[in-house]
T-cell receptor, first 116, second 112 residues
Framework: GAVVSQHPSRVICKSGTSVKIECRSL??????MFWYRQFPKKSLMLMAT?????????EQGVEKDKFLINHASLTLSTLTVTSAHPEDSSFYIC????????????FGPGTRLTVT | QKEVEQDPGPLSVPEGAIVSLNCTYS??????FMWYRQYSRKGPELLMY????GNKEDGRFTAQVDKSSKYISLFIRDSQPSDSATYLC????????????FGKGTSLLVTP
């Protein structure tokens, strides 16, 4: 099956710094990737839809200047959390849309961000 | 009202029991219905998907969709301790750009 990787799997950073999370589709090309955020014992909340070569579409309430998304190639999307604060601590998960079915998403393993 | 409602549980059953997990939804434009399994601190893993109404079976898992009632179910037969996880329903359609709308997830514990 299709594989999506995320890096890093876990990161701890200090308040005020920026953190970049990478999402890669390893064996297929993904024109569309999604970024989700998940709080403990909560469902996945869609943050933004990332399309290769164009600006990301952010969900209501998600600050685009704080969560910078870049989808520069068909296999890589990045999420940069700028000027991180403790309330940004969360589990961030990306997914890539299957090019063959157009509705199936393959999820990465997630990145645990802790801001101290 | 959230678009997708799912009882978060927790649900605890003995090994071998039949498990029934359910979701309701409000958006009649949803066309694709999925069930994901998520282990702690891991990304979701697709278990099954169904297009429109109907049943689909895969081994011990059966997914049902009733679009007229806006109700979907996942049944697990002969449940095993390894089935212990959080099960998330998700649905999407062309109108939502195929972005997934998730339920809260139901936490399932299968005890030996």
């Amino acid at each position: 099956g299709a594989v999506v990787s995320q890096h890093p799997s876990r990161v701890i950073c200090k308040s005020g710094t920026s953190v970049k999370i990478e999402c890669r589709s390893l064996d297929f090309q993904a024109t569309t990737m999604f970024w989700y955020r998940q709080f403990p014992k909560k469902s996945l909340m869609l943050m933004a839809t990332s399309n290769e070569g164009s600006k990301a579409t952010y969900e209501q309430g998600v600050e685009k200047d704080k969560f910078l998304i870049n989808h520069a190639s068909l296999t890589l999307s990045t999420l940069t959390v700028t000027s991180a604060h403790p309330e940004d601590s969360s589990f961030y998960i990306c997914s890539a849309l299957s090019p063959s079915t157009s509705y199936e998403q393959y999820f990465g393993p997630g990145t645990r961000l802790t801001v101290t | 009202q959230k678009e997708v409602e799912q009882d978060p549980g927790p649900l605890s059953v003995p090994e071998g029991a039949i498990v029934s997990l359910n979701c309701t939804y409000s958006n009649s434009a949803f066309q694709y219905f999925m069930w994901y399994r998520q282990y702690s601190r891991k990304g979701p893993e697709l278990l099954m998907y169904t297009y429109s109404s109907g049943n689909k079976e895969d081994g011990r898992f059966t997914a049902q969709v009733d679009k007229s009632s806006k109700y979907i179910s996942l049944f697990i037969r002969d449940s095993q301790p390894s089935d212990s996880a959080t099960y998330l329903c998700a649905m999407t359609g062309r109108n939502s750009g195929y972005a997934l709308n998730f339920g809260k997830g139901t936490s399932l514990l299968v005890t030996p």
